[in-house]
């Protein structure tokens, strides 16, 4: 008898969702499995529980389409954080009812696509019966457990696009234009967007920037000739001392990050006297197709998953590790978050590039 797999992607989607989707799809067919794939993340596991069937011959065109097919959530139920990150405990009565559900359909083993809040939930489950496996995912590249996750290329792409087009209308006017990219509480889309586009100032979470030595970066290009510079600031960086700029919703209750790059920008201008603008890239950076990078690891993402489940080996995350995919314990990705080292290499080259980062 066929056996059954099962997926959910959750979170914050990124570009690649689709591909890893195919690939489970793909690979699991070739395994003798059949793949059930469940609606809006973690609350498509819930009563009443109708997952839907994908089957190979649906699969055509997965590859490059963006989003998720399956629905994804990063509120609501499952939400293991608040809007900055403060973590929120799950209902343990969900987990059962999740777990009941995934044994009443036959389940062999759930894979689990998301990032770090979407594998504590998987831990969750696991600890209630049920064999899950996770595929490491999300823009912000912020796992541990891995060298990459996927979609971190795209958005890495997409940034360094945006800096390709403000540099040339920056260099026509002499501005000084910030471009605000995400990333949450990492630096990493920032750090290689703004060394690949050019980026003549770089403000990560992970080093807490003061406005004088922003400012002389600007003012220092502006004697050595160079009218413009083009400025990449992390949502979560933040002025030594200060707090991280936020939105909050219409309604009061949740609370965003966003909003650095205005204050950069008019900080700047008040400053340096430079015409100065602000771009925010949002989520520009979550859509779209998954890069030719992206592609091939949600490819060997989404089979070695499958590989995993064949073996019996559960409980585990496929995992880049310099250029092989391995399994790592789920416990480890939840760990601890994966955070630019000031002193890394990336971060001393970018510096003896002259390039500053308001430190
Ligand atoms: O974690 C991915 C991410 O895009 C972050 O970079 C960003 O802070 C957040 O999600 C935005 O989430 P939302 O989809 O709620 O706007």
Redesign the pocket.
Known sequence: MTERIGILTS??DCPGLNAVIRAVVKAGQYSGFETLGFRGGFEGLLTPCEPVDLDYNRMDGMLVRGGTILGSA?TGVFATKTGLGEPREIDESLLEQAAANCKSLGLRALIVVG?DGSLSIANRLAEHGVNVVGVPK???NDLDATDQTFGFDTAVDCATNALDRLHTTAESHGRVIVLEV???NSGWIALHSGIAGGGDVILVPEIPFNWPAVCAKVMDRERRGKRFTLIVVA?GAAPRGGAVAVHTTADGREV??GGIGEIVAHEVANRTGKDTRAVVLG?LQ?GGAPTTFDRLLCTRYGEAAVRLIRDGSYGKMVSLHGTEIVAVPITRAIGRPRRIDPDGELLLSAKALGIGFGD
């Open positions: 979170g914050g990063n990032g999300t823009i912000d995400m990333g949450r949502e965003r990050l989520h979550r």
